[in-house]
Nanobody, 121 residues
Framework: QLVESGGGLAQPGGSLTLSCAAS????????MSWARQFPGKGLEWVGG????????YYDDSVKGRFTITRDNAKRMLYLQMNDLKLEDTARYYC????????????????RGQGTQVTVSS
């Protein structure tokens, strides 16, 4: 199970940190991703992190603004979002990749219910 939290309303240029609590699987042995969904659109990959907390990868739209981290001991995944833009408004999901080191950005076998992020002035 994956449960996201931390969404809400932020102003342009502001920051939010999303959290994802994992349970029911060996969290520390799997790569994880964050994805988002705009109204009426499909899932869009935001970024991912391999099982080792040191290697994270990002979509160009968020690179330099968003940071993904994980705490394997706490079974937690995080998405630090800085310099938020109006176009970041979406529902954000954490998702489990199928392997330890491959980030597909689309082939997930578990996904949370999501948390809404709204960026508005």
């Amino acid at each position: 199970q994956l449960v996201e939290s931390g969404g809400g309303l932020a102003q342009p240029g502001g920051s939010l940190t999303l959290s994802c609590a994992a349970s029911g699987f060996d969290f520390g042995n799997y790569a994880m991703s964050w994805a988002r969904q705009f109204p009426g659109k499909g899932l869009e990959w935001v970024g991912g992190i391999v099982k080792d907390p040191t290697d994270a990868y990002y979509d160009d739209s968020v690179k330099g603004r968003f940071t993904i981290t994980r705490d394997n001991a706490k079974r937690m995944l995080y998405l630090q979002m800085n310099d938020l833009k109006l176009e970041d408004t979406a529902r954000y999901y954490c998702a489990k990749e199928r392997t330890s080191y491959q980030i597909t950005g689309r082939d997930y076998d578990l996904r949370g219910q999501g948390t809404q992020v709204t960026v508005s002035s």
